[in-house]
């Protein structure tokens, strides 16, 4: 067996020190209640952002294989990671078309551009046309057609597959919900085609009248609980370590990390950690969070860096250089207790624990 870690010159590249993974039995699980809970309708996934940060090849067949035959990207660069691993199924682009050149990429590979706006339609169709989707903005103001333009000829003239709109507040109760609800239905029986779509992840939750045809989770596939409604249906994805690099004991009065945010007023034993923002865990997490090691908590001292962060080991006194941290990363847990969103916190993921 060829070692995925040899160099160039036959030599096996040290183990890395951060490790990153993707529990594939939860991702197929939670796609697979998305989609029971899609009612009549049917779960695509939102696999954009390498898979909102956990890979594109460790999620996509998974999703694949648990029965996701619609999968959308954001960018037309994203395309061919998603579609080699779903050959025949199908990979729409939200951000549309905006020249030839994406109209000919498009049909090159068999991907389905999101038709945002009418100049768009015409630039498809002069371009030889063939299945769409389009977007109505029903008030989130984005991208997407205005519902007044519904009528458009060159809306008209398009061989529409899905026609879908995107939900601003489904993680509120908010009156907003109902109103781009009743917006989409006018115009969907304005405009001609096969499918509808409406509910991301939070939208699911809302209920029988917001699934459609197809629902478009993104977030809760990964881990996240947009609303409470989807608490004890939706498992943790990813699980992400980290190994100490260094331990030593400080004296009281002495400090950790940039500006000396944290001084000791006792002795303490603490471990340096190869882990910091560049790999995601940003500085805005720090602050009363804690790593763990074997269920014991291991409070951050000071400031996170850029590839260090500094752990109290006093709970965790057996702790050496080399052994492995549990780093805070179960989303619907850790995001209440910080500034980011659940979204940053799985797409804020860094390309060095990606490769790992």
Known sequence: MTDSRL???????????????????ALASNWRSLNAASGA??????????CYGLGTASCVPVLRDAGCTTFF???????????AHVP???VAVLHGVLNGDDCAYARAVGAVPVINAPEQAELWTRTGGGRCHVMIDTGINRLGIAPCDALDPRIAALEIDILLSHLACADEDSPMNAAQLAQFASVSGLVQHQRASLANSAGIALGADYTFDLTRPGLALYGGVPRPELAGVIRPVARVQAAVLQTRTISPGESVGYNAAFKAV??????????????????????????????????????VSMDMVVVDLTDAPDVRAGDWLDVPWNVAD????????QYEMLTAIGARLRCN
């Not at 590249?13 to 039995?25: C, I, K, N, W, Y």
């Not at 954001?74 to 998603?82: D, K, M, N, P, Y």
């Not at 560049?278 to 001292?301: E, M, T």
């Open 7 to 25: 160099n160039e010159a036959g030599t096996a590249s040290p183990a890395a020190t951060l490790r990153l993974t993707v529990d594939t039995d």
């Open 41 to 50: 309708g049917h779960a695509a996934a939102a696999v954009k952002a390498d």
């Open 73 to 83: 990207v954001a960018h037309w660069s994203e395309v061919r990671g998603v579609i």
């Open 88 to 90: 025949g199924a199908q």
């Open 266 to 303: 006792r002795p303490m034993r603490v471990g340096t950690v190869s882990m910091g923002y560049a790999d995601g865990f940003l500085r805005s997490r720090g602050p009363d969070n804690a790593f763990h090691h074997h269920g014991r908590r291991c409070p951050i001292l000071g400031k």
């Open 334 to 341: 850790a995001a209440q207790q910080n500034v980011l969103s």
